[in-house]
């Protein structure tokens, strides 16, 4: 999937790069969180787009476990014309996650994130949603846009009994997730 994911991202540009505009991005929020994003943007025609984008994380910060990696294939309708303004969005979702020994004392729309501090949840997830932005042009090649996306997630995971070590508690466990489903920042250079 990561080797499709990177295909994707460097040769759908290519292909399109002479007779469209196309751009490479990262949202600052997912960086500033120490999560590696990257993007890439074509436009199709005058008011569609094809926008990719990956995240990654594979490391532990402070014995807080948050690895993984995600996918996000989104196709864009934009209201005046392609990488400038707002627009409307329809994306998927997929990835898998590894998380666990942090604090998060709270329910979010129907989740519970509070055993995450004594459990680690090791699994995968996939879904799709729509989303709205707007996109700020900086100069020529400079823009930057601010995303959010509402939808559903479908995930599979496995309970252990805490973040670094421990038995498996609980095997194959499923749950559905409805609510934000993407939220950027992103810095977008554009050629």
Known sequence: MKRIFLLLLFALPAAFAQAQKAGI?????YDALATVSVG??????????LDISG???????????????????EARYWLR???????????LIGGQYNMGNFRANFHFLGSDFRPLKSNRYQG??????IAYGYAWILGKHWSIEGEIGLGFVYTRYDVFECAGCGK???N???????????????LIYLF
């Open 81 to 91: 014309s392609c990488f400038s303004g707002h627009f409307l969005g329809i994306h």
């Open 168 to 170: 498996r508690t609980e």
């Open 25 to 29: 991005k990262s949202n600052l929020f």
């Open 55 to 73: 995240n990654y994380k594979g490391w532990t910060i402070q014995g807080r476990r948050t690895k993984h990696w995600l996918i996000q294939p």
């Open 40 to 49: 890439a943007e074509i436009g199709l025609t005058p008011h569609w787009t």
């Open 124 to 129: 995968w997830g996939a879904g799709a949603g």
């Open 172 to 186: 194959d466990r499923a749950h559905h997730y409805a609510g934000p489903t993407k939220a950027a920042v992103n």
